[in-house]
């Protein structure tokens, strides 16, 4: 017999709802869907492509979640094995991806699960677009898996959790809208990359930069250097799972031409509100063309890809032709402390530490 509690799990319903919107954190709702499906713990995340950022969780799931993601177990979790019937019903559990032996014997069942305190679980999926989501139910060890007339229930509330993503994704769209038409605003090229590394979409000042050989088809870059394409989707994906929202190694990536010199590519994680687990988009790309019309000594390339501000710029240009801070402190007319809090900045933008590094940086971008 059924112990789920169909009126908790509509109020839950009603409270990702609300967490789409941002009244209600999710794990306040996910908590409440937990209590009516009998279970103690509860996510909703993708799929597939899932990143540090994509799950939300209760809080008694964070361990787990943390550790899930920093040891890349959804590369082998067996549960994987069950996506296809989570597709074909909308719904799924242990028994559509594993068999009785597994659960005594596989890593999954024994070495993560267990030791966090769950087993059984029971994904309740749904569609926003192209990207298949499901809550999650966590039940505890020595719990029973979930019956078939439990999933049946669960079952019902897929249309109204699918609305409330729907609506997340609506509203993290828009933020990209307006993220698209500031930078064209100022007329700085972006691209914007899915959890996936895949080019989702680019603004007009990016595209006039398309063309002698550089191609962007099927959210993949080509150029007339072979591996570029596979760097500058590596470079994203590196941004979008490392903590510190940036490509690991050379975060700069340059992109071959036909007859001009290389475009300069930098990618960065998005971050605070403008990051969610219903997003699109999960990254931007700043692409600078060297050969557009500039002075030599304005840093322009330098000033996009890092933040620099006009002062910093300044500084960080004197301070790659080899000038002593002293020096490049009189040039700008301010104090040796004003100059070194400039100094800091510019270290912290360009990710150096010495003035060597920083004028090799610099040098990159010539």
Not at 332 to 346: G, K, P, S
Request: net charge neutral; with cysteine.
């Amino acid at each position: 017999m059924s112990v789920v509690d169909i009126k908790l799990l509509g109020k839950a319903t009603d409270l990702f709802f609300e967490a789409s919107i941002g009244i209600t954190p999710w794990h306040e709702a996910l908590d409440t869907f937990a209590q009516g499906g009998d279970a103690i713990g509860a996510n909703v995340m993708p799929i597939r492509a899932q990143v540090p950022g994509s799950i939300e969780f209760t809080q008694n799931a964070q361990q787990m979640t943390e550790f899930y993601l920093q040891t890349e177990l959804y590369k082998t979790c067996v549960r994987a094995r069950g996506i296809p019937a989570l597709e074909r019903k909308g719904i799924m559990t242990d028994k559509d991806c594993a068999t009785e032996e597994e659960y005594r014997t596989d890593p999954y069942y024994q070495e993560f699960l267990k030791p966090h305190g769950f087993f059984y679980g029971a994904y309740v999926g749904f569609d926003i677009g192209n990207d298949l989501y499901a809550v999650l139910l966590n039940r505890g060890v020595g719990d029973p898996p979930f019956s078939h007339e439990e999933q049946m229930i669960l079952h019902r509330f897929r249309s109204q959790i699918s609305v409330a993503g729907t609506v997340a994704r609506k509203l993290a769209h828009t933020k990209l809208e307006a993220m698209h038409d500031a930078f064209d605003l100022v007329d700085v090229a972006i691209l914007f990359f899915d959890r996936a590394g895949n080019i989702i979409r680019v603004n007009a000042k990016a595209e006039s930069m398309f063309g002698h050989g550089v191609n962007l088809r099927q959210g993949q870059i080509s150029t007339p250097r072979s591996g570029d394409g596979v760097r500058v989707k590596a470079a994203a994906c590196s941004a979008i799972v490392t903590q510190s929202g940036i490509a690991s190694g050379d975060s700069l990536i340059r992109l071959a031409r036909d007859g001009r010199r290389d475009l300069v590519l930098k990618i960065h994680r998005l971050r605070g509100n403008l990051l969610g687990i219903f997003n699109s988009g999960w990254a931007l790309g700043i692409l600078v063309d060297p050969d557009e019309d500039r002075r030599p000594d304005d840093l322009r390339v330098a000033r996009a890809l890092f933040g620099l501000t006009g002062a910093e710029a300044k500084i960080a240009g004197l301070l790659a032709t080899g000038k002593e801070l002293s020096d490049v402190a009189d040039i700008c007319n301010v104090t040796y402390e004003t100059a070194r809090v400039h100094l800091r900045a510019i270290f912290a933008k360009t990710d150096t530490s010495r003035q060597g590094q920083l004028i090799a940086l610099l040098n990159k971008l010539d």
